[in-house]
């Protein structure tokens, strides 16, 4: 029987991020080369997507390509490209189906020009969905963004527009490139690994973390399932006591 008949539905994190890892590692269980790990992962991202769409997440964000897999052997790199923009491509008209707006954060300008077009035709063509908003960090690092805000608020700071003493959290994130969306409650990591390895550091504060040695490509919408379901055992307190959470 499903785990989803054991979900709470007034406690749904309104948004999910997810690092995707082990997809490398599966393949190699299984006899192939890595890109064959990324592209059975794909399966895993279209049922888990769904899947959260239909308990009602609103934002799911996935960590597709760091600034640092720019330096995975060349070839993993185009071949990870060309799956991006074929996946991407074939998967629209699902997403129009699925009610789903894709967006993306990270620095997209150091994409291929014909996966940015891609890109960016998708975002075009779900921007008028309102269902479950799916945000592909590509090209993305949480150093490289926290810097990159810092440069437009000095830039900002010396052209007299901001005053060093209006620099708050809130002016700080408007620069991120998360602005258009809440904070992450849930981050979950497959693979074993316990760290968040540059991502989303500012977002993460003080969200829960998921911790499975489940490899991404065996990920599927029950597993997701049994994460909310942890996560809702969970007493989030954002650094008050029990007893002041329970007066609410």
Request: proline content about 3%; glycine content about 4%; overall charge negative.
């Amino acid at each position: 029987m499903s785990l989803i008949h054991q979900i709470n539905t007034q406690n749904i994190p309104q948004h999910i991020a997810i690092i995707m890892d082990g997809n490398g590692r599966w393949a190699k269980q299984h006899g192939e080369n890595r890109i064959y790990g990324h592209y059975e992962g794909v399966n895993s991202v279209r049922e888990v997507v769904e899947a959260a769409g239909t308990i009602g997440v609103k934002y799911m964000t996935l960590y597709a390509f760091s600034t640092e897999n720019w330096n995975r052997p060349k070839e993993e790199v185009e071949a990870l490209m060309e799956l991006l923009i074929s996946t991407i491509s074939a998967e629209t008209p699902q997403l129009n189906k699925k009610n789903v707006r894709l967006q993306a954060i990270g620095n997209l300008n150091s994409l291929p020009t014909n996966c940015l077009n891609e890109l960016n035709e998708s975002i075009e063509q779900t921007a008028n969905n309102t269902g479950l908003t799916l945000i592909l960090a590509l090209s993305y690092s949480s150093k490289w963004e926290i810097q990159n805000a810092m440069q437009q608020i000095a830039t900002k700071v010396k052209a007299a527009v901001l005053q060093p003493e209006d620099i708050t959290e809130k002016i700080i994130e408007q620069h991120l490139c998360t602005n258009k969306f809440p904070d992450p409650e849930l981050m979950i990591r497959t693979s074993g690994e316990r760290r968040i390895s540059n991502f989303l550091l500012w977002q993460l504060a003080y969200a829960e973390f998921y911790f499975t040695d489940k490899l991404w490509p065996d990920f599927r919408k029950e597993d997701l399932f049994e994460a909310i379901i942890n996560y809702q055992t969970r007493e989030r307190r954002f650094g008050k006591t029990s007893e002041q959470i329970t007066q609410h």
